[in-house]
């Protein structure tokens, strides 16, 4: 059981991003993708999903199922959600509607209660907002809103982009620990981050995109002792 992305072509019009690239997500596992600003890791993520229209080449399967000619509302259907950069809750909506948005893949309805009460069980800083207007929440609790909000309809796996991005180090560590939680529970998750030196910690495996493709795979402990990911990624 795995989210697999094979030989991925795509990007902007006649910009190439990404060029052939390939990697894998295990249901029991958390991988991370690394890069550099402006690498193609939120590219890489809005293709699985089904956001980016150029698309040029490549297969996409979620536990068998190819994904590439679903609409991305049918890619939730499957049991793919995405966390996006810079969280893009509803903030004038409140935090228990956030989350009902969050639930509507009919995936998700015959289980609608034990999902949001296992979502507000990891996160209890929501669970005492539910009805504040999600724009009024803490960067940290958006952050936490978003990924409960991505949970709620079930996923299979669980792309987060970004998730420490702007947050206070402690805010950093809790988000990390859900993550593990997560995990746990049978989710495959596909962690892109900036804060290399945390999600090489936390994950099993890694990839660095550079150039449009992949430039480095690997078990994520021996990436951190690489020294072109320490020189390059770690400051070291
Ligand atoms: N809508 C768009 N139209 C044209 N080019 C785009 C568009 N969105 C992104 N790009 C370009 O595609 C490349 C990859 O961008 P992407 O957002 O995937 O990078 P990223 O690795 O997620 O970077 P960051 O770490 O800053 O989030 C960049 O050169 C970017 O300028
Ligand atoms: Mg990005």
Not at 30 to 57: E, F, H, P, Q
Not at 123 to 148: H, N
């Amino acid at each position: 059981m795995s989210l697999e992305i094979k030989n991925l072509s795509a990007g902007y019009g006649d910009i190439v991003v990404l060029r052939d690239v390939s990697f894998t997500v295990p249901a029991d596992q958390i991988v991370s993708l690394l890069g550099a600003n402006g690498a193609g890791k939120t590219t890489s993520l809005n293709a699985i999903c089904g956001l980016l229209a150029d698309v040029k080449s490549g297969s996409i399967f979620l536990d068998g199922t190819d994904l590439r000619s679903l609409a991305p509302h049918e890619r939730v259907e499957a049991g793919l959600s995405q966390v996006p950069q810079g969280r893009h809750l509803f903030p004038f909506m409140s935090v228990r509607e956030n989350l009902e948005m969050g639930a509507y893949a009919k995936r998700s309805h015959a289980r609608h209660a034990e999902n949001l009460e296992w979502v507000l069980t990891i996160f209890p800083k929501v669970k005492e907002r539910l009805s504040q207007y999600a724009g009024s929440l803490s960067g940290g609790e958006q952050q936490m809103c978003a990924i409960a909000r991505g949970l709620m309809s079930q996923p299979k796996y669980l792309l987060l982009d970004e998730p420490s991005l702007g947050l206070a180090p402690i805010v950093v560590r809790q988000v990390m620990s859900v993550i593990k939680t997560i995990s746990a529970r049978g989710i495959g998750v596909l962690l892109v981050e900036q804060n290399v030196a945390q999600a090489l910690k936390l994950a099993r495996y890694a990839y660095v995109l550079e150039h449009s493709g992949i430039a480095i795979e690997g078990a994520a402990e021996d990436l951190a002792g690489d020294d072109r990911v320490r020189k390059a990624y770690l400051g070291l």
